[in-house]
Every structure is written in structure tokens, then in C-alpha cells.
């Protein structure tokens, strides 16, 4: 059982990472999120980018797993991604984001293909709907993180605050 706000907050926040919806974070999310991202940008997987980013996505369910899979079963309930990831990470938003850095560089690059290291606010926005994020929010996020208003984002922006968001319930 949840049992504090702040496990409430965090526990809302386990949707985005189970993007088929079984109840569960595995291995198999994370590539249903690398799929869409390359389908969002019209992106081959076997290109040298798709295959950075599947890279990248099975980076960050290593690491997810090793924090938060108590059980060892290969998959992530939402008590396990409360108790064991958020708690383990709370404390050390960094680590969460080096587990992240992988795969937010690779869909970065995926939305960049300019190569200068950012992306368009609007490219973020189709980074987030990719991923399931609500139209509405997805535009106001990708919107609040571009903090100097040049109308790019890039990962000193975005690793950061996808750590905040994960770790931080506020």
C-alpha cells in the first residue's frame, strides 16, 4: 500500500514507463517506447540512430531493473517502481538520470538531426506524444524547459528535468 503523498505523487508516474499498459515495467516497454520514437521520426532501426536508441532503451531498463526489480522476475509493479526505484533514487536524482542519459541522448538525436546537440521545442513535443504524454502537457513541459526561450531544448535541459520529474514529486 502507498502510503505517504509523496509515494502517491510518484506512483502516477509509473503509466509513462508502462507504455502497454499490462501493470507492469519491462524490458518490452521500453522498446514499445523506442518504436514509437522511430516511428514518430520516420527513423529505420537498423540505422546507426535506431540502433542507438534501442541501445539507449535497453540502458535504461537495465538500470531500472537493477534498482526496483526486487524479485528478480524481469518485470517492475508499480509497489516495486515506488518502494524500490523512486525511494533508492529520491535522494540522488543524478543516478536516475545517468540511468536515463542514454536513451533521452539517443531521442534527442532522433529529434535533432541537425546534430547541434538540440531540438526544437516542437520536436519535443513529438518526442513526449510519441511516448504517450497528453497533448496538453506535452506542449506545456516541452514549453517550460526551454528556460532562455531560443525555442530549443537540449540535454543539460532535458536529462535534468526527467530526473526532477521522476524522483521529485513537486
Do not use: C
Not at 28 to 50: C, I, M, Q, W, Y
Not at 99 to 121: N, Q
Not at 127 to 149: F, K, M, N, S, Y
Amino acid at each position: 500500500m502507498v502510503s505517504t503523498e509523496y509515494e502517491r505523487r510518484i506512483a502516477a508516474r509509473f503509466a509513462t514507463f508502462d507504455q502497454d499498459g499490462n501493470g507492469w515495467i519491462d524490458r518490452e516497454d521500453f522498446n514499445v517506447a523506442a518504436k514509437a520514437l522511430l516511428a514518430e521520426f520516420a527513423t529505420p532501426a537498423r540505422s546507426a540512430k535506431g540502433q542507438a536508441l534501442y541501445a539507449g532503451a535497453e540502458a535504461f531498463w537495465q538500470g531500472m531493473a537493477g534498482i526496483a526489480d526486487r524479485d528478480g522476475d524481469q518485470r517492475i509493479t508499480r509497489q516495486e517502481f515506488v518502494s524500490g526505484a523512486v525511494k533508492r533514487l529520491r535522494d540522488n536524482p543524478d543516478r536516475f538520470a545517468e540511468i536515463a542519459r542514454p536513451f533521452l541522448h539517443a531521442a534527442l538525436a532522433l529529434a535533432a538531426p541537425v546534430g547541434d546537440g538540440s531540438a526544437a521545442v516542437a520536436d519535443i513535443v513529438r518526442v513526449l506524444l510519441a511516448l504517450g504524454v497528453r497533448e496538453d502537457i506535452a506542449g506545456q513541459v516541452a514549453a517550460t524547459l526551454d528556460t532562455d526561450g531560443d525555442g530549443r531544448l537540449g540535454e543539460a535541459e532535458i536529462v535534468p528535468a526527467v530526473a526532477r520529474y521522476f524522483t521529485v514529486p513537486e
